[in-house]
Protein backbone atom coordinates (compact mmCIF):
# COMPACT_ATOMS: atom_id res chain seq x y z
CA UNK A 1 0.00 0.00 0.00
CA UNK A 2 1.76 3.21 -1.59
CA UNK A 3 1.80 6.23 1.67
CA UNK A 4 0.02 9.48 0.68
CA UNK A 5 2.43 11.95 -0.64
CA UNK A 6 1.69 14.70 1.77
CA UNK A 7 1.92 12.15 4.48
CA UNK A 8 5.35 11.00 2.86
CA UNK A 9 6.06 14.64 2.56
CA UNK A 10 5.55 15.17 6.71
CA UNK A 11 6.94 11.81 7.49
CA UNK A 12 10.79 12.66 5.70
CA UNK A 13 9.91 16.44 7.33
CA UNK A 14 9.43 14.78 10.76
CA UNK A 15 12.22 12.53 10.45
CA UNK A 16 14.89 15.02 9.28
CA UNK A 17 14.21 17.38 12.05
CA UNK A 18 14.11 14.82 14.73
CA UNK A 19 17.15 12.87 13.71
CA UNK A 20 19.56 15.73 14.71
CA UNK A 21 21.84 14.51 11.46
CA UNK A 22 21.88 13.73 7.71
CA UNK A 23 19.55 11.18 6.96
CA UNK A 24 20.59 9.11 3.20
CA UNK A 25 17.55 8.00 1.04
CA UNK A 26 17.80 3.78 2.54
CA UNK A 27 17.76 5.51 6.15
CA UNK A 28 14.76 7.16 5.33
CA UNK A 29 13.08 4.14 3.55
CA UNK A 30 13.93 2.07 6.67
CA UNK A 31 11.50 3.74 8.52
CA UNK A 32 8.30 2.34 6.55
CA UNK A 33 7.08 -1.49 7.04
CA UNK A 34 7.71 -3.67 3.74
CA UNK A 35 3.82 -3.28 2.44
CA UNK A 36 3.77 0.60 2.94
CA UNK A 37 7.24 1.47 1.51
CA UNK A 38 7.62 4.21 -0.93
CA UNK A 39 9.72 3.62 -3.73
CA UNK A 40 13.35 6.16 -4.00
CA UNK A 41 11.64 8.27 -6.28
CA UNK A 42 8.60 8.83 -4.11
CA UNK A 43 11.34 9.99 -1.00
CA UNK A 44 13.36 12.28 -3.84
CA UNK A 45 10.06 13.68 -4.77
CA UNK A 46 8.97 14.27 -1.25
CA UNK A 47 12.41 16.09 -0.48
CA UNK A 48 12.64 17.84 -4.22
CA UNK A 49 9.07 19.31 -2.31
CA UNK A 50 10.49 20.18 1.32
CA UNK A 51 13.44 22.33 -0.76
CA UNK A 52 11.03 24.26 -2.68
CA UNK A 53 8.80 25.54 0.92
CA UNK A 54 12.71 26.37 2.13
CA UNK A 55 12.61 29.23 0.01
CA UNK A 56 10.64 31.58 2.04
CA UNK A 57 11.84 30.03 5.19
CA UNK A 58 14.76 31.14 7.48
CA UNK A 59 15.97 27.42 7.12
CA UNK A 60 16.63 25.20 3.79
CA UNK A 61 17.14 22.16 2.92
CA UNK A 62 20.41 20.60 2.46
CA UNK A 63 21.77 17.72 0.75
CA UNK A 64 25.82 16.95 2.27
CA UNK A 65 27.72 13.96 1.69
CA UNK A 66 25.99 11.87 4.29
CA UNK A 67 22.05 12.47 3.03
CA UNK A 68 20.16 15.12 3.92
CA UNK A 69 19.32 17.94 6.42
CA UNK A 70 17.88 20.60 8.01
CA UNK A 71 20.12 23.78 8.52
CA UNK A 72 19.81 27.42 9.13
CA UNK A 73 21.06 29.47 6.08
CA UNK A 74 24.05 30.86 6.12
CA UNK A 75 23.10 34.58 5.98
CA UNK A 76 21.40 34.74 9.02
CA UNK A 77 24.17 33.28 10.52
CA UNK A 78 25.12 36.62 12.39
CA UNK A 79 22.05 36.64 14.68
CA UNK A 80 21.30 33.10 15.52
CA UNK A 81 25.09 32.68 16.60
CA UNK A 82 24.47 34.98 19.67
CA UNK A 83 22.50 31.80 20.82
CA UNK A 84 25.43 30.57 21.64
CA UNK A 85 27.70 32.40 24.98
CA UNK A 86 30.91 30.10 24.02
CA UNK A 87 32.55 31.35 20.67
CA UNK A 88 32.68 28.82 17.92
CA UNK A 89 35.96 27.10 17.94
CA UNK A 90 38.78 28.83 16.35
CA UNK A 91 41.72 27.39 14.35
CA UNK A 92 45.42 28.94 13.65
CA UNK A 93 47.28 29.37 9.79
CA UNK A 94 49.06 25.76 9.99
CA UNK A 95 45.72 24.15 10.96
CA UNK A 96 44.41 25.87 8.03
CA UNK A 97 47.05 24.96 5.63
CA UNK A 98 47.18 21.33 6.79
CA UNK A 99 44.00 20.77 6.09
CA UNK A 100 43.73 22.46 3.09
CA UNK A 101 46.54 20.25 1.80
CA UNK A 102 44.55 17.07 2.92
CA UNK A 103 41.83 18.19 0.87
CA UNK A 104 42.95 19.37 -1.75
CA UNK A 105 45.54 16.21 -2.49
CA UNK A 106 44.79 13.39 -0.79
CA UNK A 107 45.86 11.17 -0.44
CA UNK A 108 49.10 12.81 1.19
CA UNK A 109 51.84 11.60 3.36
CA UNK A 110 52.99 14.33 6.44
CA UNK A 111 56.14 14.41 4.70
CA UNK A 112 54.47 15.95 1.92
CA UNK A 113 52.71 18.18 3.25
CA UNK A 114 55.90 19.45 5.54
CA UNK A 115 57.67 19.56 1.88
CA UNK A 116 54.61 22.56 0.72
CA UNK A 117 54.70 24.21 3.74
CA UNK A 118 58.80 24.72 4.13
CA UNK A 119 57.94 23.87 8.08
CA UNK A 120 57.63 21.14 10.54
CA UNK A 121 54.02 19.53 11.18
CA UNK A 122 53.23 19.58 14.67
CA UNK A 123 51.66 16.51 15.72
CA UNK A 124 48.84 18.02 17.96
CA UNK A 125 47.36 19.31 14.69
CA UNK A 126 47.28 16.14 12.72
CA UNK A 127 46.06 14.75 16.46
CA UNK A 128 43.30 17.28 16.31
CA UNK A 129 42.07 16.75 13.24
CA UNK A 130 41.59 12.67 13.51
CA UNK A 131 40.07 13.76 17.05
CA UNK A 132 37.61 15.95 14.96
CA UNK A 133 37.31 13.24 12.58
CA UNK A 134 38.10 15.67 9.64
CA UNK A 135 41.00 13.68 8.48
CA UNK A 136 41.17 9.48 8.83
CA UNK A 137 44.57 7.06 7.90
CA UNK A 138 43.61 5.70 4.31
CA UNK A 139 46.74 3.94 3.40
CA UNK A 140 50.23 3.48 3.75
CA UNK A 141 52.81 5.04 1.11
CA UNK A 142 54.81 1.79 -0.69
CA UNK A 143 58.39 4.05 0.74
CA UNK A 144 60.91 3.31 3.48
CA UNK A 145 59.16 3.71 6.97
CA UNK A 146 55.84 3.47 5.18
CA UNK A 147 54.48 6.62 6.30
CA UNK A 148 50.88 6.98 6.42
CA UNK A 149 48.57 8.49 3.75
CA UNK A 150 45.66 10.88 4.80
CA UNK A 151 42.48 12.03 3.25
CA UNK A 152 39.27 13.94 4.58
CA UNK A 153 36.09 11.89 5.70
CA UNK A 154 32.66 12.32 5.28
CA UNK A 155 32.51 14.79 8.87
CA UNK A 156 34.38 17.16 7.08
CA UNK A 157 32.07 17.40 4.29
CA UNK A 158 29.14 17.69 6.43
CA UNK A 159 30.33 20.11 8.62
CA UNK A 160 31.36 22.39 5.41
CA UNK A 161 27.61 21.12 4.01
CA UNK A 162 29.74 19.80 1.07
CA UNK A 163 28.16 16.84 -0.90
CA UNK A 164 31.68 15.31 -2.29
CA UNK A 165 35.07 16.72 -3.31
CA UNK A 166 34.43 18.27 -6.16
CA UNK A 167 32.29 21.12 -4.14
CA UNK A 168 35.42 22.12 -2.80
CA UNK A 169 36.43 25.70 -4.08
CA UNK A 170 38.24 25.50 -6.96
CA UNK A 171 42.05 26.36 -6.23
CA UNK A 172 42.51 28.58 -9.17
CA UNK A 173 39.79 30.73 -6.46
CA UNK A 174 41.79 30.60 -3.58
CA UNK A 175 44.99 32.18 -4.60
CA UNK A 176 46.07 32.55 -0.30
CA UNK A 177 45.16 30.92 3.13
CA UNK A 178 42.81 34.08 4.10
CA UNK A 179 40.88 32.92 0.98
CA UNK A 180 40.23 29.70 2.21
CA UNK A 181 39.35 31.15 5.87
CA UNK A 182 36.45 33.17 4.86
CA UNK A 183 35.23 30.59 2.34
CA UNK A 184 35.03 28.24 5.26
CA UNK A 185 34.27 31.07 7.79
CA UNK A 186 37.66 29.96 9.69
CA UNK A 187 39.37 32.24 12.32
CA UNK A 188 42.67 31.62 14.49
CA UNK A 189 43.00 29.67 17.56
CA UNK A 190 43.04 31.28 20.70
CA UNK A 191 45.22 30.06 23.92
CA UNK A 192 48.48 29.60 24.12
CA UNK A 193 49.28 26.55 21.74
CA UNK A 194 47.48 29.46 19.21
CA UNK A 195 50.26 31.72 20.15
CA UNK A 196 52.88 29.58 19.98
CA UNK A 197 51.93 28.65 16.56
CA UNK A 198 51.69 32.38 15.02
CA UNK A 199 54.94 33.35 16.74
CA UNK A 200 56.79 30.45 14.65
CA UNK A 201 55.06 31.05 11.73
CA UNK A 202 55.46 34.63 11.76
CA UNK A 203 58.97 34.20 12.47
CA UNK A 204 59.81 31.98 9.40
CA UNK A 205 57.03 34.50 7.02
CA UNK A 206 58.93 37.51 7.87
CA UNK A 207 62.75 35.90 8.02
CA UNK A 208 63.36 36.40 4.15
CA UNK A 209 61.11 39.65 3.62
CA UNK A 210 63.37 41.56 6.40
CA UNK A 211 66.77 39.70 5.31
CA UNK A 212 65.37 41.10 1.51
CA UNK A 213 64.81 44.62 2.54
CA UNK A 214 67.86 44.93 4.39
CA UNK A 215 69.71 43.75 1.44
CA UNK A 216 67.82 46.35 -0.46
CA UNK A 217 68.51 49.45 1.77
CA UNK A 218 72.15 48.07 1.92
CA UNK A 219 72.44 48.07 -1.57
CA UNK A 220 71.05 51.67 -2.03
CA UNK A 221 73.31 52.84 0.58
CA UNK A 222 76.17 51.45 -1.22
CA UNK A 223 74.89 52.87 -4.55
CA UNK A 224 74.43 56.12 -2.59
CA UNK A 225 78.28 56.20 -1.55
CA UNK A 226 79.46 54.82 -5.22
CA UNK A 227 77.68 57.90 -6.54
CA UNK A 228 78.88 60.58 -3.90
CA UNK A 229 82.50 59.13 -4.49
CA UNK A 230 82.02 59.52 -8.45
CA UNK A 231 80.94 62.95 -7.95
CA UNK A 232 83.68 63.96 -5.18
CA UNK A 233 85.90 62.51 -7.89
CA UNK A 234 84.40 64.31 -10.91
CA UNK A 235 84.35 67.31 -8.81
CA UNK A 236 88.02 66.97 -8.31
CA UNK A 237 88.85 66.28 -11.98
CA UNK A 238 86.89 69.50 -12.48
CA UNK A 239 88.58 71.64 -9.94
CA UNK A 240 92.51 70.03 -11.92
CA UNK A 241 91.48 70.60 -15.34
CA UNK A 242 90.35 73.89 -14.00
CA UNK A 243 93.69 75.11 -12.78
CA UNK A 244 95.69 73.92 -16.07
CA UNK A 245 93.35 76.13 -17.77
CA UNK A 246 94.62 78.78 -15.25
CA UNK A 247 98.15 78.09 -15.55
CA UNK A 248 97.86 77.76 -20.07
CA UNK A 249 96.03 81.23 -19.79
CA UNK A 250 99.05 82.91 -17.43
CA UNK A 251 101.20 81.29 -19.72
CA UNK A 252 100.37 82.47 -22.89
CA UNK A 253 99.65 86.35 -21.81
CA UNK A 254 103.14 86.19 -20.19
CA UNK A 255 104.01 84.84 -23.45
CA UNK A 256 102.42 87.84 -25.15
CA UNK A 257 103.53 90.55 -23.03
CA UNK A 258 107.49 89.37 -23.45
CA UNK A 259 106.64 89.37 -27.34
CA UNK A 260 107.30 93.57 -27.65
CA UNK A 261 111.03 94.36 -27.19
CA UNK A 262 109.69 97.38 -25.25
CA UNK A 263 107.80 95.17 -22.48
CA UNK A 264 110.91 93.28 -22.41
CA UNK A 265 112.76 96.67 -21.33
CA UNK A 266 110.34 97.79 -19.37
CA UNK A 267 110.82 94.16 -17.06
CA UNK A 268 114.45 94.41 -16.70
CA UNK A 269 114.83 97.45 -15.41
CA UNK A 270 111.70 97.08 -12.87
CA UNK A 271 113.70 94.04 -12.04
CA UNK A 272 117.38 96.17 -11.14
CA UNK A 273 114.98 98.64 -9.48
CA UNK A 274 113.67 95.89 -6.81
CA UNK A 275 117.42 94.38 -6.27
CA UNK A 276 118.43 98.13 -5.68
CA UNK A 277 115.35 98.55 -2.90
CA UNK A 278 116.33 94.87 -1.52
CA UNK A 279 119.88 95.97 -1.02
CA UNK A 280 118.88 99.14 0.60
CA UNK A 281 116.55 97.35 2.82
CA UNK A 282 119.37 95.04 3.66
CA UNK A 283 121.58 97.94 4.66
CA UNK A 284 119.27 99.57 6.88
CA UNK A 285 118.40 96.26 9.03
CA UNK A 286 121.94 96.08 9.38
CA UNK A 287 122.38 99.58 10.41
CA UNK A 288 119.18 98.89 13.02
CA UNK A 289 120.77 96.04 14.63
CA UNK A 290 124.36 97.66 14.70
CA UNK A 291 122.58 100.10 16.45
CA UNK A 292 120.78 97.80 19.07
CA UNK A 293 124.39 96.43 19.99
CA UNK A 294 125.61 99.39 20.98
CA UNK A 295 123.45 100.61 22.59
CA UNK A 296 122.97 97.13 24.83
CA UNK A 297 127.11 97.41 25.63
Not at 263 to 276: N, R, T, Y
Request: charged share 30%; proline share 4%; aromatic share 6%.
Amino acid sequence: MSTNPEKLKQIVEGALLAAGRPLSIDQLLSLFMDDEQPSRDEIRAALNTLQEECAARGVELKEVSSGFRYQVKSDLAEWIARLWEEKPSRYSRATLETLALIAYRQPITRSEIEDVRGVSVSSNIIKSLLEREWIRVIGHRDVPGKPALYGTTKVFLDYFSLKNLSDLPPLAELRNIDSIEREFDFGNKQGPEAANDTDEESAQIQAVPLDEEAGEHTQAATETDDGEAETAETGSVAEVEEDETAAETEVSETAAEGGTEESVGESEEIFHQSEEAEAESDAESENAELSKTEAAY
